[in-house]
């Protein structure tokens, strides 16, 4: 009889919420007006954290810094809504002085933080007073390496003195994914220990404010100001959704199953069958370009990367064999099933990196040569991508594109030639010596190489080492993959492998300077072995020419034009001694589905910015979003 | 023992029906031997080609025929079920019949020991292992572990039976009669555990197989070893469930099945082959 | 002293030794992790956004200060005991400086309701079928019962997980994909929210059942063929006494018994969490957080999961052997 009872109850209490589920997975608020984006951090264990400034406390991408923070400059990593360069809460570009040990910076009038105090010159210098007074905070060290003090002459105005000459000082404020943020003086100064300091709710700069939240962290709603003319990004427009939610939709399956159903209007990333399911089955999804390859290119470039403090891979010559032994079509099929934008070169094909670099380049790459020391051979073919366009043309018809210039954007220029006599020779003259159908290095050992790859976390990439893998496996090297889960950050970082594939080139995207990535790369910032490295160099690769480009980038502005003709030299260098093996662009399946919003970002006709939306640059892409009819 | 067989086959349905179930995988495993591919080499066949005459089970994502792939996954996962299975049912059949029936001190230091690891949690202590073992991971030093980890809860169960046995009057005979512990353990109460045994055995191999799987979606596996658990990460990776390739997972799956109920069947018909109640008579009289 | 004071000193004595040993394993292995919180914390903090390589080093330096990582080993096991005494892990490495216990509070009631619920469905309906396909060894349908249930076991829980999913989520789409509750439903004691709570459990609950059935089944069975042939049951049998009075009163009663200590253990168990059910229905708990924990070495956070299961488990299986001589009187109290 209980059971019944209860029975009854429930099925009650369904038939009360099935009318309401029927709309959508959330209660009370009008889906017309709802955008709903998946965070990549998935659930956030500390939610009502939102304090951004205590290091890693809470929740970044969960809406907090796309639309509740600003700062001085944002870059964008495609074209930009008014250009790559934004001015946000800084009404002009950094103005620095002849030695670059000042930078001055005007900053917006009429900018207001989301409980009506106005933002002003008294909210940077707490910002940065905070900062160099209180270690432990995100931006404290970068804070404390540069700055010897800030002045305000006016309320619009703040002037930064540097300890040192600094010509980049102004990244630290321009958001390529993030920046350091502005700290609301009012509330902050009365918050106690900072580092104890939840921020909940947050006062917001950005056009939105935090409506309700999980408080175990699937969800977080936000809501539009009802003062959003007094944000920065009121200058294009106002933003389109009342609402927005970012949710933690759970594994990749399931991200398209719920877009399916229309639950989740962008998916941040997914696999490349669950892009082409959605292709298929959904009308209404797109990707970032229309038809294949449908993904965005981050600004990164995966590339095979060899550990220089390991003597195994002490010689160039043996490091191009392993480039040579690597067919680009296969693991760009095996990896991305050929939606990939593949890249010879040290920079990554995307944004307007190709105009940059991708495109001169070209002539030098045909005429480039490296010594087997048997002969000279050209290991570049031009055509590699058009031969991956030409080998999905059967099974993708139309999608593919025909004119070389789209196939160039989608699916890159060329890429080394396999070649397995050259790589025999190129090995043997690096002391390596094959008997039987198995390689042996110089000191008569059997050739391994243990190829780590980050697991489930970034399942391409996986799948491109474990390509690789057996490239170099069929060529008669002992080659596998080891996943390495959550200790691939460990492990990559302090040296902890022979060969990973990751990243160590990161760029702006929209911006030629290659300071990003580059300056990171000089060898006074190289680890001893078993000590972390600083971020990007992992290779821990150092050179006496590299380290010459440089201290000459230092020496010049951010947009002094000699800047690409530096960055081109690094990129002659970087071919010929091949320190890592650059494979393409991290491509993101960031998935948009036009239900009940367009105007979404995409190659084509809108390239003004990323849809990636753990970028705080998508606070743009709220402003260009319009309901559906 | 051939006409114990024999007879068992001709006229226990359900033993004739387990072996000839177990039979098929096991044949299926040994058909590894010899596969025309690599397990670890991908793009060797055209991938997502559904079940047909050329490629019986279909092609995975990954450009493998999904029949010989099979065949090696089938054999890891099963050499790896049994070595837990057979470890640990060791650990545990000895830990527990000696602690039921010696009781008193004997059996508080071994219940410490054995409580012990019951409460510790598995899941942190398998991850954190596969961290430290890094590249020397492999499936058998797994098993070894999970053997290790996956005794107590059985010998605890064998030890309540023990327990119960040990009041019984044929045991109380047996000391009388000046029988050693040994022996009384090993001929009279083995026979009264072994369908435990059995059942346990059969949950231990799941437990272990699920386990492994469990691992393997959550990536923490070595994945140039081909097992079910691997198949799956593998599918997962290329969202096989929503991309269609249904093949991929169902047919690892099938098989699994297909084993289970194979070992299901063996182990009613042998519970009924020595059916204490048989043996229970033959100590009456 | 003697009889059952005795044996409950004893008994309690075991408890806090398999406590001590088993929260003392769990620190070194949780500190074995090769996975360092500060490396990671750097890591994401810097990972995408620009960053100087000067400046990671002072904030490693800065962070190890924060987070108490300073001191040696034996110092961190030091104040782990002091704290352990006062019921505090410590703050999380990983939500610094969100101290661990409020982490775990925040999650614990949706693990406990939700493994709660379906140990114990699974367990009732488990023993039952199980204990009836003992006893009538030759009903077909409880044969063919049987066969199901094992065929169900052995399909790995993720898929059995999935396909539910698949089947209930977007096939016929009639019940939630994602959650715990419905977004934006406040967490009250309301009829919108306990349905919500409801309709969002059916799936986890189910697939939970399906996956757990066969092995309380299997065990049943063997136990009731097992009990069946006792003295006892043979003269009730004899003496004519209903089959199912024989059924209920005696053989399933008496093979019930290991099978409580089983399910005392599986409820001590659930305080590490269902970690494929929270990730495959993204339903909030526990195994989240151990999940996440662990990938970012946040040892604190796990060490604080692994001693509340510890002493759930131990607790758990205290009881059961408190309780066990006062349930089976054959049992002598030695």
């Known amino acids: 009889m209980r059971i019944l009872q209860s029975l009854a109850l429930l099925a009650i209490a369904w038939a009360f919420d099935a009318p309401a589920y029927a709309q959508g997975s959330i209660s009370d608020l009008p889906r017309k007006q709802t955008l709903i984006v998946e965070n990549p951090e998935g659930t956030v264990k500390n939610a009502g954290w939102f304090n951004i400034w205590a290091v890693n406390a809470g929740g970044q991408s969960t809406g907090l ?179 927005v939610a970012y949710i933690d939709p759970g594994p990749p399956d399931k991200r398209v199953i719920a877009q399916l159903n229309h639950e989740l209007d962008i998916i941040h990333d997914t696999s490349p069958e669950g892009m082409f399911t959605l292709a298929k089955q959904s009308k209404t999804s797109r990707g970032w370009f229309k038809g294949f390859p449908y993904a965005h290119p981050d600004p990164t470039l995966p590339m095979v990367i060899f550990n220089h403090q390991n003597p195994l891979f002490k010689s160039r010559d043996m490091r191009w064999a392993l480039a040579l032994l ?54 570049y073919d031009p055509t590699v991508g058009k031969q991956i366009a030409d080998m999905l043309r059967p099974s993708m018809g139309d999608q593919i594109p025909t004119d070389p210039k789209e196939v160039a954007k989608a699916f890159g220029r060329g890429w080394w030639k396999p070649d397995q006599q050259a790589a025999t020779e190129l090995l043997e003259r690096a002391g390596f010596t094959k008997r039987g159908n198995e390689w042996f290095t110089p000191d008569g050992k059997r050739f391994t190489i243990r190829i780590t790859v980050e697991g489930d976390l970034r399942p391409v990439m996986t799948r491109a080492g474990s390509m690789i893998a057996q490239q170099w496996r069929q060529f008669g090297i002992d080659a596998t993959t080891v996943v390495a889960q959550g200790s691939l950050l460990d492990r990559r970082n302090s040296g902890d492998y022979e060969v990973i594939i990751s990243w160590a080139v990161e760029t702006w995207g929209g911006h030629p300077d290659l300071s990003f990535f580059l300056d990171s790369w000089h ?107 | 023992m051939a006409r114990v067989l024999f007879d068992l086959l001709r006229f226990n349905r359900e033993f004739t029906a387990g072996i000839i179930l177990l039979g098929f995988v096991v044949i299926f495993a040994g058909l590894s031997f010899v596969s025309p591919y690599p397990p670890n080499d991908s793009y060797v066949v055209p991938f997502d080609l559904p079940p047909s005459w050329t490629h019986l089970l279909g092609t995975t994502s990954r450009g493998q025929d999904l029949f010989w792939l099979l065949t090696f996954a089938i054999r890891n996962t099963l050499l790896f079920g049994l070595t837990v299975a057979v470890i640990s049912r060791i650990l545990s059949l000895t830990i527990g019949l000696i602690a039921g029936y010696a009781g008193g001190i004997v059996d508080r230091i071994l219940m410490s020991i054995n409580d012990t690891f019951i409460v510790l949690p598995l899941f942190p202590i398998l991850v954190l292992f596969y961290f430290v073992m890094r590249d020397s991971m492999s499936w058998v030093l797994l098993a070894l572990v999970m053997a290790c980890l996956g005794w107590a809860y059985d010998a605890r169960l064998i030890r309540s039976v023990s327990m119960s046995l040990r009041t019984r009057e044929f045991t109380e005979t047996s000391i009388f009669s000046g029988m050693p512990m040994r022996q009384i353990l090993v001929q009279e109460h083995l026979p009264f555990v072994m369908p435990i045994v059995f059942s346990t055995t059969m949950n231990n191999i799941n437990w272990s197989i699920g386990l492994e799987v469990t691992l393997s979606v959550l990536g923490f596996t070595d994945i140039n070893t081909p097992t079910v658990g691997v198949l799956i990460y593998w599918a997962n990776q290329h969202t096989a469930l929503v991309a269609g390739v249904w093949w991929w997972i169902f047919f690892p799956v099938a098989l699994v099945i297909i084993t289970f109920i194979g070992l299901f069947l063996l182990a009613v018909s042998m519970n009924e082959f020595i059916d204490p109640r048989s043996r229970l008579s033959r100590i009456g009289n | ?38 490396e990671q914390t750097i890591s994401a903090a810097t990972q995408y956004g620009a960053t100087s390589p000067e400046a990671i080093a002072m904030m490693r330096q800065s962070l190890k200060e924060l987070y108490g990582l300073e001191g040696t080993l034996l110092e961190q096991y030091a104040t782990f005991w002091r704290r352990i005494a006062v019921a505090d892990f410590g703050p999380s490495l990983s939500a610094f400086p969100t101290p661990v216990s409020v982490l775990i509070w925040r999650a614990l009631p949706w693990t406990v309701g939700l493994l709660t619920v379906s140990t114990i469905i699974t367990w009732c309906v488990g023993n039952l079928l199980g204990g009836l396909a003992g006893y009538y060894l030759r009903s077909r349908t409880l ?125 001590g168990a659930i305080f590490t969490g269902a970690i494929i059910t929270e990730q495959v229905f993204g339903y909030p708990g526990i195994g989240t957080l151990l999940v996440a924990a662990v990938h970012v070495g946040d040892y604190s956070l796990v060490l604080g999961i692994t001693t509340v299961s510890i002493l759930a488990v131990s607790l758990a299986v205290l009881l059961i052997d408190l309780i066990y001589p006062l349930l089976d009187p054959r049992v002598k109290v030695s």
Request: glycine letters at 8%.
């Open chain 3, 143 to 267: 044969r063919f019962a049987g066969i199901l249930a094992m065929a169900l076991h052995p399909i790995p829980y993720y898929i059995v997980a999935f396909v539910l999913l698949i089947v209930f989520g977007y096939l016929w789409p009639i019940l939630p994909l994602s959650g715990g509750s419905r977004m934006n439903l406040p967490h009250e004691f309301s009829l919108a929210f306990i349905g919500s709570l409801a309709l969002h459990s059916i799936l986890p609950i189910l697939s939970l059942v399906l996956g757990g059935l066969g092995g309380w089944f299997m065990g049943m069975r063997s136990l009731v063929s097992n009990v069946v042939t006792e003295d006892y049951v043979v003269y009730a049998e004899l003496g004519g006494v209903s089959p199912r009075r024989i059924l209920g009163s005696y053989v399933m009663r008496n093979s019930l018994v290991p099978q409580v200590t089983g399910l005392a253990m599986s409820l």
């Open chain 1, 523 to 629: 060898s006074q910032f190289i680890a001893e072995p078993g000590k972390p490295q600083p971020p990007r160099n992992w290779s821990r690769w150092s050179h006496p020419e590299l380290d010459k480009i440089i201290e000459q980038i230092r020496s010049i502005g951010f947009d002094d034009p000699k800047g690409i003709e530096l960055g081109k030299e690094y990129i002659k260098l970087v071919a010929r001694e091949m320190p890592t093996i650059p494979l393409m662009a991290y491509n993101v399946f960031t998935v948009m589905d036009e239900t009940y919003w367009t105007g979404y970002p995409n190659a084509e006709t809108a390239p003004y910015t990323d849809p990636v939306p753990n970028w705080a640059n998508t606070k743009y892409m709220m402003v260009k979003l319009k309901p559906t009819n």
């Open chain 1, 326 to 379: 690597i067919d680009m079509k296969a693991v760009s099929m095996a990896s991305y099933r050929g939606a990939a934008t593949i890249s010879a070169i040290g920079v990554p094909p995307t944004g307007r990196y190709p105009e940059y670099y991708h495109e001169p380049m070209e002539a030098w790459l045909k005429d480039f040569e490296i010594d087997t020391g048997k002969r000279k051979i050209k290991p």
């Open chain 1, 65 to 243: 810094h796309q639309l509740g923070m600003d700062t001085f400059w944002y870059i964008d990593p495609n074209s930009g809504v008014d250009g790559v360069w934004d001015n946000s809460l800084a009404s002009e570009k950094p103005i620095y002085n002849a030695d670059f040990t000042e930078m001055t910076v005007k900053l917006r009038k009429g900018i207001f933080w989301s409980d009506g105090v106005e933002f002003s010159a008294a909210d940077v210098m707490y910002t940065i007073e905070t900062h160099m007074k209180t270690p432990g905070l995100r931006w404290s060290a970068a804070v404390q390496v540069n700055v010897a003090g800030i002045t305000a002459p006016d309320s619009s105005t703040v002037v930064f003195k540097l300890k040192k000459p600094n010509s980049r000082f102004h990244a630290l404020f321009t958001v390529r994914w993030n920046a350091m943020w502005m700290m609301p003086k009012h509330i902050f100064e009365k918050a106690g220990d900072l580092i104890k300091f939840a921020f909940d709710p947050p006062v917001t700069l950005g056009p939105y404010v935090v409506h309700s939240y999980d408080p175990n962290g699937k969800w977080f709603i936000w809501r539009k100001r009802p003062d959003w003319q007094r944000t920065t990004v009121a200058r294009f427009g106002e933003p389109g959704p009342t609402y």
């Open chain 3, 1 to 38: 002293m003697h009889g059952y004071p005795a044996y409950l000193i004893g008994r309690l004595g075991q408890f806090l030794l398999v406590v001590f040993i088993g929260i003392n394993i769990a620190f070194i292995v949780t500190h074995a992790t090769p996975i360092d919180p500060v």
